[in-house]
């Protein structure tokens, strides 16, 4: 049996706009959107919500997550699966991990190492940061192909302990 939820008079923020709007929730997922009071959907919903004067995101975005990222010797304790559904209990519903370069390999291969690992793992949407772990004419080169597919960010540890603790094997 299919349970519906009504959320109105809300401002919705979604990843490209706010607006007004009553939210349609059905089994737990948005099923749509309309403008306040356009739809009949309070005599179908098991429950209905008043939002007025607050907004109605679908969930938080973490965009500072270490998913099975090697450091210092050592790994992080979750895995795109546990952190995921963990995220998910704390209503997290989108994560940006770190993709992490081994030095001596392209960052493709860093990314899509990464991607291997939380394709099929995710409770939850996710996206990446770049880790850059060998700075060379040939990975600031490849930087731009990756923002092409939607990385905007890179991270490179200058110096200190940091340098160079991420390898092939790690990774």
Same mark, same amino acid.
């Given at each position: 049996?299919?349970?519906?939820?009504?959320?109105?008079?809300?401002?919705?923020?979604?990843?490209?706009?706010? =607006?007004? !709007?009553?939210?349609?929730? /059905?089994? +737990?997922?948005? #099923? %749509?959107?309309?403008?306040?009071? @356009?739809?009949?959907?309070?005599?179908?919903?098991?429950?209905?919500?008043?939002?007025?004067?607050?907004?109605?995101?679908?969930?938080?975005?973490?965009?500072?997550?270490?998913?099975?990222?090697?450091?210092?010797? =050592?790994? !992080?304790?979750?895995?795109? /699966?546990? +952190?995921?559904? #963990? %995220?998910?209990?704390?209503?997290? @519903?989108?994560?940006?991990?770190?993709?992490?370069?081994?030095?001596?390999?392209?960052?493709?291969?860093?990314?899509?190492?990464?991607?291997?690992?939380?394709?099929?793992?995710?409770?939850?949407?996710?996206?990446?940061?770049?880790?850059?772990?060998?700075?060379?004419?040939?990975?600031?080169?490849?930087?731009?192909?990756?923002?092409?597919?939607?990385?905007?960010?890179?991270?490179?540890?200058?110096?200190?302990?940091?340098?160079?603790?991420?390898?092939?094997?790690?990774?």
């Amino acid at each position: 049996m299919t349970t519906r939820t009504l959320i109105t008079g809300g401002l919705v923020i979604t990843a490209a706009d706010e =607006t007004h !709007a009553d939210v349609l929730i /059905e089994d +737990g997922r948005i #099923a %749509a959107l309309a403008a306040p009071g @356009t739809q009949e959907w309070s005599a179908s919903a098991d429950r209905v919500l008043d939002a007025s004067g607050k907004y109605v995101i679908p969930g938080g975005v973490d965009v500072h997550t270490h998913m099975e990222l090697p450091f210092g010797g =050592t790994f !992080a304790s979750d895995t795109f /699966e546990t +952190g995921t559904k #963990a %995220a998910a209990w704390g209503g997290t @519903t989108t994560i940006v991990d770190f993709a992490v370069q081994s030095k001596g390999h392209a960052l493709r291969a860093g990314l899509d190492a990464w991607y291997a690992k939380a394709d099929g793992n995710c409770a939850i949407d996710y996206g990446f940061h770049m880790i850059l772990s060998d700075v060379n004419e040939r990975t600031l080169k490849e930087m731009d192909l990756l923002v092409e597919e939607g990385i905007t960010s890179f991270k490179n540890f200058v110096g200190g302990a940091d340098r160079g603790s991420f390898s092939p094997a790690a990774a």
